[in-house]
């Protein structure tokens, strides 16, 4: 089941507070921003600053 859009345009980055964006294949929530990707796993953002991965 994918990140309803409701639930997307609540979450917020929780390092900066900035907008999120849902990558293509839907597994993961990217902050432009920060450069880092919060995985989605069994349906659930992973929102934890230590779990994120850098795009770079």
């Known amino acids: 089941m994918p990140i309803s859009k409701e639930l997307l345009e609540v979450l917020a980055c929780p390092k900066c507070k900035g907008d ?30 230590d779990e994120a991965k850098p795009l770079n």
């Open 20 to 49: 999120l964006n849902l990558t293509e294949s839907e597994d993961g929530l990217i902050c432009e921003n920060c450069q880092l990707l919060y995985e989605i796993k069994d349906d659930i953002p992973i929102m934890l600053i």
